[in-house]
């Protein structure tokens, strides 16, 4: 026999319009998080029945919104989504912690959208190195631009390096019209655009002609030794295990490096395996270098993107 029980919480010292949500969309998430439960909501008191063990955890996360609203005067539906996720207190701050990673061109704010991107700021904050794993979207690249361009402002390192390896998807660079550098823009436009959201022009084309920061395809990197650089390398699925391999032994003194990709978009030829999906395993119990996953769940483009990468998973598990 179940027995059910109720509360009846109040919403204290916070402004109840950002509790509810625009249309109470905020408010009908909460609703549809707790199924079993009966919720509804009236002014500043929200009361629900049902279960003990659910009411309880209820109480929990109407106490952590509060705390939330209380701390930024806001709540958006993704740091509502991450607040009701968290499944336990170790991982609240991560959601807390709004501290903005650069403000950009035309005072744009830059910060870290969702749990799992504040993970790898924290992360790249204690370890070297760096792999960040997930799908298009999810704003791997552009976070860790916005943390090169911090720890380059912050005198932590002495330039950027950006590069990816310049997979030919279905057309020859020799036919491409251009010199090399026309050629291979293309390649890097994703990170030019990033950097252009972050520095001004005039300061950035300086950076570039001076070369504090670099664009660069993956090939150009052989044989150098990066000293006191932020690097990053995106797009790393496409690279080969020579690849990878070469570029993960550039890494010199007072150096950062970050390695983004996504292992369920790899262009290279079929009988070449992932220099990206290899490392992983390879690289696993390195205890200097840290792996931050993010899913479906940290995509921070359209809304329609998240259902778009959702449905492709759920057709290639089956």
Do not use: C, W
Request: no cysteine; net charge neutral; hydrophobic share 40%.
């Amino acid at each position: 026999m179940s027995y059910m029980f109720e509360i009846n919480y109040e919403l204290e010292g916070i402004n109840t319009k950002t509790f509810y949500g625009v249309q109470n969309q905020n408010f009908n998430l909460i609703k549809s998080s707790f199924p079993t439960l009966k919720i509804t909501g009236r002014d500043n008191f929200v009361f629900a029945m049902g279960n003990r063990e659910a009411l309880d955890l209820l109480k929990k996360k109407l106490d952590d919104v509060s705390d939330y609203i209380s701390k930024h005067n806001s709540l958006e539906i993704k740091q509502l989504e991450s607040l009701l996720k968290l499944k336990d207190d170790s991982e609240k701050q991560l959601v807390f912690d709004q501290d903005i990673i650069v403000k950009g061109v035309n005072g744009k704010v830059i910060k870290a959208k969702t749990t799992n991107l504040k993970k790898l700021v924290k992360v790249s904050e204690k370890k070297d190195m760096v792999f960040a794993i997930g799908p298009a979207g999810t704003g791997k690249t552009y976070t860790s631009v916005a943390l090169a361009v911090r720890a380059l402002r912050d005198k932590e390192v002495k330039r950027i390096i950006l590069t990816r390896p310049a997979v030919e998807a279905g057309e020859s660079l020799g036919f491409l019209p251009g010199d090399l550098k026309e050629k291979l823009d293309p390649y890097m436009q994703p990170l030019y655009d990033a950097l252009r959201d972050m520095i001004p022009h005039e300061k950035l084309e300086g950076y570039m002609e001076k070369r504090i920061i670099e664009v660069a395809p993956l090939a150009f990197m052989r044989g150098r030794t990066l000293d006191e650089a932020f690097v990053i390398l995106d797009e790393a699925q496409n690279t080969t295990h020579s690849q990878m391999k070469m570029f993960l032994t550039r890494m010199g003194m007072n150096a950062k490096f970050i390695i983004t990709g996504d292992p369920s978009q790899v262009d290279l030829p079929k009988n070449q395996q992932s220099g990206l999906k290899e490392s992983m395993t390879i690289l696993k119990d390195v205890e200097e270098i840290g792996f931050v996953h993010l899913s479906e769940e940290d995509v921070v483009r359209h809304p329609v993107v998240k259902k778009i990468i959702m449905a492709y998973n759920s057709v290639e598990r089956k």
